[in-house]
């Protein structure tokens, strides 16, 4: 799904009502159905109590026709407006009169308003700001935030929740509501998966207000949301007369004394990913441990104990994945420099071999194109350098990408690939999965991809996909606290067969008939 930006929001609501020749305030009462739909399914004209926090822009104009709505069919409702400004929008006017035609009258809050008192079982629409933010609230507005904060009422924002800019991290996290539940015109927001303004909404849903699917479909966009449906058509199926030789080989550099297990790991998850062999290359140390642990895989040894001291083999991998459990030891930082001046192989770097690269930059110059970086937010911190915020992360991050033509993995909760312009944000896995070992089954699943021919843009982000995937379905039998990186490889197959399954099926609720009375 895409992620449009805000100005793109903006154009698209033009494009839409020109196609559809409507006017603007058609659009807004769609929006306001919408909104009213998804309440009264789940209220069913319980009695609960419902206040409106309704701006005087567009986003407060949602708010007030949503309030006519739930008063026609007998909610219990106060109405607000949050009069911050006199440059009330031509929508919001149109509703406010509607409104009051109903004999319904807001309440009008100014700086120096008594506020309502709003009680625990109470639900709050915050309908304040929209994505029209330019600045930060006034603080009588943010202490009206504290308020229904306060409140311990279910928030639900309209669109956004009021106070965060959809383009930029808001400097006073109180001067943003936070909210239990956003519902989003059409397209969620940026804002929503980055760790910094994510916390501003527990949960999310993308309401269809019926947008130009034209103009949706014909607009690029700078990020885009990573789901089943974008992930089906990147599978490449396996050929009848296929056999191991043409599913590739994965070779996995990696490993020290102590820790040969995230060989281990990354070479079983490039195996259980699909590459048709597996070798991996250690120090000596690592021999019997994965020979005893691990059948499957190859296994070629450096010459030293303990650290990887020269990279050389007599193979051909399609692919390697280095850096897992390396270490930096000074035989190693060389062995790595004179492997990058001869190596032509397509790689997949992680963990120390970044660390490695931080600290001698000049190194960067040789890792081939597209090679995939795989950085927790400490490393991508050493390549990239400090951010500001999340924002300036991913501004840093794509220049790096277009610099070293590499694609960038920015492991997080929601993980953002990013390669030259363009950013893809996943929305699988679990915080159960903050544990030892799940980054190197990562690299080993991200080069099993690359070993069957997906190339590395793909086989990053469906890695990415497969990898959270894995890690949902696997969380469901071990609860968070007991989920180990080897429950996650465990269920690589069943993320790959949880790609066609059908949605279990309930009772849809049919979009075009009346919600229930
Ligand atoms: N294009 C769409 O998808 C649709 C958008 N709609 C709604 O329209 C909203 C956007 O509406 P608007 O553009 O009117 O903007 P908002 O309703 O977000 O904000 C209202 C106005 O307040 C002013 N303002 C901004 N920051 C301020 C601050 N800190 N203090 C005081 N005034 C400030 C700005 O002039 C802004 O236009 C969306 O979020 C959505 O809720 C819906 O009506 C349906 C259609
Ligand atoms: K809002």
């Not at 407006?81 to 006199?86: E, G, L, P, Q």
């Not at 309502?116 to 304040?128: H, L, M, S, T, Y």
């Amino acid at each position: 799904m895409k992620i449009f930006s805000a100005k793109q929001i903006y154009e698209a609501d033009k494009a839409t009502i020109k196609k559809n020749n409507i006017s603007s305030n058609e659009l807004m009462e769609g929006a306001a159905v919408q909104l009213f739909n998804w309440l009264h399914l789940r209220i069913q004209g319980g009695p609960v109590k419902i206040h409106l926090f309704c701006g005087i822009g567009n986003n407060g104009g949602d708010g007030i026709a949503l309030a006519r709505h739930l008063q026609e069919h007998g909610y219990n409702i106060a109405v607000y407006v949050v009069n911050y400004s006199k440059k009330r929008s031509d929508d919001f006017l149109v509703n406010l009169d509607r409104l009051k035609d109903r004999k319904i009258w807001p309440e009008f809050l100014e700086e120096n308003s008594v506020l309502p008192e709003i009680g625990r079982e109470d639900i709050v629409v915050d309908a304040i700001f929209g994505i029209g933010l330019n600045r930060a609230p006034d603080s009588w507005v943010v202490n009206l935030f504290e308020h229904i904060q306060k409140s311990e009422a279910f928030v639900l924002s309209v669109d956004i929740p009021s106070g965060l800019f959809t383009d930029k991290v808001p400097k006073d996290e109180k001067a943003v509501i936070k909210a239990n539940h956003t519902l989003s015109f059409q397209v969620p927001k940026l804002v929503f998966f980055l760790p910094e303004t994510g916390i501003f909404t527990q949960q999310w849903e993308v309401l269809d207000i019926g947008l130009d699917p034209e103009f949706l479909a014909n607009t690029e966009t700078y990020y885009e949301l990573i789901g089943k449906n974008e992930m089906l058509p990147v599978y490449i199926p396996r050929e009848k007369f296929s056999h191991k030789g043409t599913h590739g080989h994965g070779l996995i550099v990696g490993g020290s004394y102590g820790k040969i297990g995230s060989v281990n790991l990354a070479s079983k998850a490039c195996l259980e990913t699909g590459s048709g062999l597996v070798t991996a290359y250690v120090p000596k140390c690592g021999y019997i441990p994965l020979q005893t642990n691990f059948p499957e895989a190859m296994v070629l040894t450096d010459a030293d104990e303990k650290y990887i001291t020269n990279i050389e083999f007599d193979i051909n991998p399609t692919v390697i994945g280095i850096g897992v459990g390396l270490g930096k030891d000074q035989s190693t930082v060389k062995a790595l420099d004179e492997f990058l001046s001869k190596n032509k192989k397509p790689l997949v770097i992680d963990a120390d071999a970044l660390n490695i690269l931080s600290e001698n930059k000049s190194l960067l110059k040789k890792i081939p194109a597209q090679s995939v970086l795989t950085p927790h937010p400490k490393e991508l911190e050493r390549l990239i350098g400090k951010w500001k915020d999340d924002f300036d992360k991913l501004d840093k991050a794509k220049k790096f990408s277009k610099q070293y033509d590499c694609i960038l993995v920015i492991k997080g909760s929601h993980t953002i690939t990013i390669y030259d312009e363009k950013g893809y944000v996943n929305t699988t896995g679990n915080p159960g999965m903050g544990t030892a070992g799940t980054g190197d089954v990562l690299t080993g699943m991200i080069t099993g991809l690359i070993t069957q021919s997906y190339s590395p843009l793909n086989a990053a982000v469906f890695g990415v996909y497969l990898h959270g995937r894995a890690g949902d379905i696997a969380v469901d039998k071990t609860g968070y606290q007991a989920l180990t990186a080897t429950n996650v490889i465990n269920d690589i197959g069943s993320a790959f067969i949880d790609l066609f399954a059908q949605p279990e099926s309930r009772p849809e609720v049919n979009e075009n008939e009346a919600p229930p009375e």
